[in-house]
């Protein structure tokens, strides 16, 4: 049974720890299926984070590995957690979708208006045959709906088969260095085998291995992250494998007994996150990386911006105009790492096949 502590972690602890399980204090040797993996999967609304995030965390990390796992079907871009798109292996997108279906379930109900007359049994079998024919953009997964039920509302028709149904973006979208237009089939027809039993017994290992990429963690943090709530009975369960700790304003954490810890003073190198990077989303509680005072900066409306870790912490955002990358700090730095920021930047460039490059530094937020 592990031992179970009352020890509290303040921001600068939770900050190392939470870095060293996401590869952010050095980058790993691990291959880029391996890491999709750890992360138990990338936030991947917009087609490039994918491919951003992996660079900041994986030594010798090159674009086209990721395109390839995606090409060979071993990774797909599906809705997840928080009903967004996330790049996963095929193996846990089986096991978490449908961990939160009965989250997708629910948002559907919030179109119930529009959808009625609309049998959604009848909805989700249509919709299935349809795209398993052949893969589908969503306007003619729209129209077909349409067919049957002419007088429902085309968008709430759009948002039922998208959560009713364990959809995949099929490539080549998605595949870094090509485009493609969205086109959707099931999960199974794209890379066969069936879902895996989220809601039962598999939960208590997504609460471990979230624990293990983003730990430690309350339960509140998981239910950010997932999207889902009611986790605290999961929790309970794996209690006597935890251990647990408080952080400064007293909210329990729990963690892996194994799972890294380092000492707070450990070096944290400067590290650009493209938007929608996960480690900004997916705890309840965010100054573990997000200062108070810039909460909010990292966001334009509903629009995330690209991010700057400076000694661990969101400390600005950066934008790319083909060879030349901005910087917009949030406060000043001293020369030096001034020279790992243009550092970081340039290496980041170069890994991500735009050529040499510039690091140019704008004005500091006052």
Not at 87 to 107: C, F, I, K, S, Y
Not at 187 to 211: P, Q
Request: neutral net charge.
């Amino acid at each position: 049974m592990a031992s179970v502590t009352s020890s509290v972690l303040g921001t600068r602890a939770l900050n190392r720890a939470t870095l060293a399980r996401q590869l952010l204090l050095s980058r790993a040797e691990m291959p880029a299926r391996d890491a999709v993996a750890h992360l138990v999967g990338l936030q991947a609304q917009n087609v490039k984070p994918p491919y951003f995030q992996l660079h900041a965390r994986l030594a010798g990390f090159r674009p086209e590995e990721l395109g390839r796992l995606m090409e060979e079907r071993e990774v797909v871009r599906m809705v997840t957690m928080r009903s967004t798109i996330h790049t996963h292996t095929v193996d846990d997108a089986r096991t978490l979708r449908p961990l939160v279906q009965g989250a997708r379930d629910r948002e559907v109900q919030y179109f119930r208006k529009g959808l009625a007359g609309v049998d959604l049994k009848v909805l989700a079998e249509r919709a299935r045959g349809f795209v398993e024919e052949e893969p589908r953009t969503m306007a003619e997964i729209r129209e077909e709906l349409l067919r049957a039920w002419p007088g429902a509302d085309p968008q709430s028709l759009s948002v039922a088969a998208r959560c009713l149904l364990p959809l995949v973006q099929v490539t080549p979208r998605g595949v870094w260095g090509r485009s493609g237009q969205v086109r959707l089939t099931t999960l199974e027809a794209w890379a066969g085998g069936a879902s895996g039993a989220g809601e039962g017994s598999g939960i208590g290992e997504v609460v471990l291995r979230y624990l293990g990429a983003f730990g430690p963690a309350s339960v509140k943090d998981m239910q950010t992250w997932a999207g889902i709530t009611r986790l605290r009975e999961a929790f309970e369960r794996l209690r006597p494998r935890l251990v647990t700790f408080r952080d400064e304003n007293g909210t329990e954490l729990f963690d892996l007994p194994d799972a890294p810890r380092p000492d707070a003073d450990t070096p944290a190198p400067p590290r650009f996150l493209p938007e929608f990077d996960n480690l900004l989303l997916s705890h309840a509680d965010r100054t573990r990386v997000v200062p108070p005072e810039f909460k909010g900066l990292n966001a334009s409306g509903n629009q995330s911006r690209c991010v700057v870790l400076v000694d661990g912490f969101l400390a600005g955002v950066w934008a790319r105009t083909e060879a030349v990358v901005t910087v917009e700090l949030f406060r000043e730095v001293a020369g030096g790492v001034k020279e790992q920021i243009a550092a970081e930047g340039e290496a980041m460039l170069a890994g991500m096949g735009h050529g040499p490059g510039t690091v140019r530094f704008g004005s500091i937020r006052g």
